[in-house]
């Protein structure tokens, strides 16, 4: 089992800056990735950005590529999201996944991944 505690969602204005953090209890498998997904309203959850922890690959969803960075620590077994130049389509509740067997070709998948934290609420708005 994996416990995933976030932290750092809140209310910033358009154009502004946020960082998510993400404690992991531990690390489990072979193919260990940690990131995010969000999920707006009425909308379907969303892939965002997760992070290979052994190779350090990052992978990141279309709509946040080049504006958000995904980077971690290992020591403290924490991944962090900054999220750059937001704009009111981000805001969501951000939940963080990860999964210690994933396959490359399912990590923009949300049920690849088996364990989630309980989320935080991102709202950009002036």
Sequence with gaps: QVR???SGGGLVQPGGSLRLSCEASR??????YIG???????????????INWSGGHTYYGDSV?????????NAKNTVFLQMNSLNPDDTAVYYC?????IILSS???PEAYDYWG???????SS
């Design 4 to 6: 995933l505690v976030e």
């Design 27 to 32: 690390r489990t498998g072979s193919r260990f």
């Design 36 to 50: 995010w997904f969000r999920q707006a309203p009425e909308k379907e959850r969303e892939f965002v950005s997760v």
């Design 65 to 73: 590529k080049g504006r958000f960075t995904i980077s971690k620590d």
């Design 97 to 101: 996944v990860a999964d210690g067997s």
């Design 107 to 109: 990590i923009r998948r």
């Design 118 to 124: 309980q989320g935080t609420q991102v709202t950009v």
